[in-house]
């Protein structure tokens, strides 16, 4: 039972280096890789993503704006060009029935956005995928 | 035999970058180590809570608009207004050969001023036992502590 339990940790760890190998390229790629360029095909992405939500989602989105008239933060690395900018904020009043969008950055996310609306966050960036993975890893490892 | 890599494998086979929607609340009070937070919807008992500053806390208390949260990890920098998340993990330590004669908190931080156990897994504190056959003889009683409470 001992020598079982000494073989299934020694696997552990050389299971959990690699992981944890594999998870640090590819912070190290992405932080190389992040761009403007990268941002706006990211907003695309989540552009695209939110004329698909689910009706349940938007109706959850609707009745958080509802009940406080929340203030929509929409935060990205990088500055949004003007263009990218009025599409993200005609899709967000449309989305929440005309609430007030305000833009800010943040370097941390990498590239991407992170939008607030109330209790709802919506996460299109790097830092929030990367995170995502590691939940997964440890998630994997403790089930 | 490999189970961990198999489900992180079948995972990320269905993994594509997508609009990810999660919740988030605000403390509205912080007092005798409890939180007391607005917003968060969907949270359930015992769901572990993560603050911008850094701070966690496990949810005990679920009302209408509100919820409170036995705070695990406090920093000088919360205070009312400071955003939380859910983490979507409930209380979990690390496990392994490194925690024996260990003394560590709830979230596996040591209270025993050694370095951090480098454990390769985790565990729920709040699951099954594993089935008594897989356990090993009782050879040496173990006498726990006393808890005691102020009613």
New interface residues.
Partial sequence: ?REE??LS?L???A??AG?SAGLQFTARLLERAASPELEAK?ID??LE??RT?PSD?IARLRLACRDARPQVKVTSAYAVCAAQRQVVEQELQTLTDGAVVQFGEDSRLRAGLRI?I???????NLA??LE?FA????????? | MHEAPDRLFTSLERYHFALRITEQGTIVSIGDGIARVKGLPSAAMEDILEFEDGSRAVVFALEPDNLSAILLLQSDKLTAGTTAYLSGTRLSIPVGAALLGRVVDPLGVPLDGGDVPECSGRRELESLSPPIILREFVNEPLIPGIRSSIR
Avoid at chain 1, 135 to 143: D, E, G, I, K, P
Wanted: glycine residues 2%; aromatic residues 8%.
């Fill in positions: 039972m339990r000494r940790e696997r552990n760890n299971e959990a992981i990211l992405l989540a993503d939110m939500l989602q607030s109330g209790p709802w966050v919506l996460r299109a929030d995928e995502f939940y997964q890893v440890n998630h994997a490892r403790s089930s």
